[in-house]
């Protein structure tokens, strides 16, 4: 009597490798493509209001007008309990003032010039951190999902246990599936220090947010602010008397002479206007990973001390540097570049995945044209709703309903999957996503004419990629050669 043979260490990674992607496939996919659209999130601030006037620095005395500003611009409403002065740096070279009620850019001289209005870069930023539920809630979703890739990579690996001799092999030029999973796996090796440092940093800020949520609500009566301040340190006692705005100005010139080196991108005024007040500049260090140091400074200006995220306890250097690591803000244009590249990796390591398993069951006669272009819906539907957020941010203004407009848009390319799934298949949803993309960066050049470099190459990157995409598919028509008849070769064989 014969015995089934035992289940390999293999053969359990494949089920479970199966099993968690297409648990998480769809939002594993939506995750990857908006984490590789965020990484040049300033970049995209600046096309969405291109005709903001731009400057690499902002004086001390001109923050000192910003701040009096963004309070003038909130006369009326209730007192705003925090100031933020973004300073100017290359990849977002503007300021901005925000409050609780408004953000505004300002000019060189500190005086507000326009609404700062870029909801689409926004909505796109939300959709990747928290997929647009409550905040708390879709951050421990989004960090879940960073816990389960992380576990895909794993699995993947042992999955494969070829994996280096196979790392260069790829066999674009056979069967499609064959092409397929070749992408998919040497992708996916390639990748895989990157892939793990940004699943596993996404988890920590995603899990990490909900967990200090929780020990809020537990031990400091839902009070976010302390239950942070072990790391991020914590607020004098609040004191509601009015009193003279701070000195910022020489907060500002304080830090330039204490610390040199340091470059300060946020200025942080905390209860601004009460005799409570005080200030917090966060100053990034040269050659350091963590998102600054902060700095803390009473209403004169005078330096009081620092939270010490770059010399204090580990824990703390540890925190202040997932975000960079994940986001890729550090070392400047280059990085930016090469995590795009990695993310937009990841999204053809995401598709793919799925998009073999579906092949998988076809081959064994459990196909289903339904679930294949509802598969087919996502992947490209995706960026398609993207692309027409944007057009209808252009059209309707920055207070269109982008949210509902992204996520109405999928659930229409979805349900057509459903209704006509011959309706939706890769090959026309492909191309039409590539003509959006081209349109949009011809659309955009066309009406603004921008002159800013970054700009100008965001709009060519999207109109030639675009174009280019096509090219490679097949999609656009080839010259005619000049000694041919188009007639006769348009007219059937007989």
């Known amino acids: 009597m014969s015995t089934a043979p035992a289940t390999t260490l293999v053969q359990r990674a494949l089920g479970g490798h199966a099993a968690l992607g297409l648990l998480a496939s769809a939002l594993l996919y939506i995750i990857a493509l908006t984490g590789a659209i965020v990484v040049i999130h300033d970049r995209w601030q600046r096309w969405e209001q291109p005709d903001v006037a731009e400057y690499q620095t902002l004086a001390p005395a001109a923050v000192q007008t910003a701040l009096a500003a963004g309070l003038a611009a909130d006369r009326g409403k209730p007192a705003t309990t925090h100031l933020y002065v973004r300073m100017p740096d290359e990849a977002l070279p503007r300021a901005v003032i925000t409050s609780d009620h408004s953000a505004w850019y300002v000019g060189a001289d500190g005086r507000i010039v326009d609404r700062e209005a870029h909801s689409w870069t926004e909505m796109v ?7 647009h539920l409550p905040v708390l809630w879709g951050m421990a979703v989004v960090g879940a999902l960073g816990v389960v890739l992380a576990a895909l990579l794993l699995t993947g ?55 200090f949520s929780v020990l809020a609500g537990a031990y ?35 830090l330039g002479r204490q610390v040199p080196g340091v470059t300060p991108t946020y200025v942080i005024v905390h209860d601004p206007g009460t005799r409570g007040q005080h200030v917090q500049v966060i100053a990034e260090h040269p050659r350091r990973l963590i998102y600054g140091e902060t700095y803390t400074f009473d209403a004169a200006g005078r330096m009081t001390g620092k939270v010490g995220l ?151 990157i999207l109109a030639g990629g675009g174009l280019a995409a096509l090219a490679a598919l097949g999609h656009l028509p080839r010259r005619r050669p000049a000694d041919c008849d188009f007639a006769a070769q348009a007219a059937p064989a007989e």
């Open 310 to 460: 770059s010399d204090g306890e580990l824990g703390r250097q540890l925190a202040a540097s997932t975000y960079n690591l994940h986001f890729g803000n550090y070392a400047g244009l280059p990085v930016e570049i090469a995590y795009t590249l990695l993310g937009l990796a990841l999204c053809v390591i995401t598709s793919t995945g799925t998009t073999l398993w579906l092949g998988k069951r076809r081959r064994r006669g459990r196909g289903s044209a339904r679930l294949e272009a509802s598969w087919t819906a996502v992947i490209w539907g995706t960026p398609l709703a993207l692309v027409a957020t944007a057009w209808l941010r252009a059209g309707a203004g920055p207070d269109a309903p982008l949210v509902a407009g992204f996520w109405g848009g999928l659930l229409v390319a979805i349900v057509a999957a459903v209704l006509r799934p011959a309706a939706v298949q890769p090959g026309p949803m492909r191309a039409a996503t590539f003509v959006a993309v081209a349109l949009t960066g011809a659309a955009h050049f066309a009406w603004f004419q921008p002159a800013e470099q970054a700009v100008l190459t965001l709009d060519l």
């Open 125 to 131: 930023i939300g959709l990747h951190e928290y997929l």
């Open 157 to 211: 690996v042992i999955a494969h246990p070829r994996i280096i001799r196979d790392a260069f092999r790829l066999r674009t030029r056979h069967d499609s599936q064959i092409a397929r999973a070749d992408w998919h796996n040497r992708l996916g090796v390639w990748t895989l220090p990157f892939a793990l440092a940004i699943t596993l940093t996404g988890a920590f800020i995603g899990l990490g947010s909900a967990g």
């Open 220 to 254: 400091h009566g839902g009070d976010l602010e302390q239950a942070y301040a072990p790391i991020f340190g914590d607020e004098p006692a609040h004191d509601a008397t009015r009193a003279p705005l701070p000195n910022i100005a020489a907060a500002l010139t304080t």
